[in-house]
């Protein structure tokens, strides 16, 4: 963890150290962005976000804004799923059954482990109990809560989406289905409301600061 170095001096480097002064040099790996990176949430659990909540609701195009801030590495699920299959989602999604699908995604889910990452999750990984359990191993889960009239907004095209639905189905329908459930695993709620993505980022930050 780094911590802003601040004091007189004028911000020049001063040493003690002898003229023939050989430094014991090692090499330290560490990503760039994480110089930036925020303190651990200190609860525990390894540092990294997961973002759950209905199609649409933002994960994906949340977590960006929100993996810069924090310095942690921006993973998308869906496109972890994708590499590794060699298929586009909605190619994953004809190839196999719902529960099919789902047995698949819970096996990505498994294989993530981070550290300092934030995963921006498929909305459908509620239904996966040991997929879940693990990302909640992996640090906090925060639910993008964004009510119906603006998923229906975003949410145009259902079918050319791919979401794990019961044909003849709305998105109010799977909405009310899925509720309690990205309730259950979260570990925080975000009201975004139609708040632009980086409010949203902000807001969790902000609640993520709080925990530490
Ligand atoms: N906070 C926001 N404000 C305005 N538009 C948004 C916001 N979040 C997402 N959008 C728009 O809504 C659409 C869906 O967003 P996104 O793909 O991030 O959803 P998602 O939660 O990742 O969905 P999925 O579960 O299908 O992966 C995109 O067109 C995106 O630009
Ligand atoms: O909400 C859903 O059912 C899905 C959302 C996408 O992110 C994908 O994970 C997949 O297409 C299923
Ligand atoms: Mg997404």
Redesign the pocket.
Known sequence: MLKQMSGKGGGKLTSSAPNDYKPNLHVVKVDAPRFFSKPPMNDGRPDNVS?I???????????RPLAARLGYRFV?T?EVMETGEGMRLSEIMAAHSPAGFLEIEENYLLSLSGPHDVF?????VVYLDRGMAHLKSLGPVIY?D?PLD?LNQ??SDLEA???VIAPGKSVADLEAERRPLYEKWADLTIQ?G????G??AAEIVGLLDGRI
């Open positions: 973002l909540g209905m199609p649409g609701s933002g994960k994906s195009t949340v977590g998308d869906d921006s999750t498929g909305g459908s993008l964004v603006v975003r949410l989406r791919g979401v975004c139609d708040h632009p993505p409010w949203v």
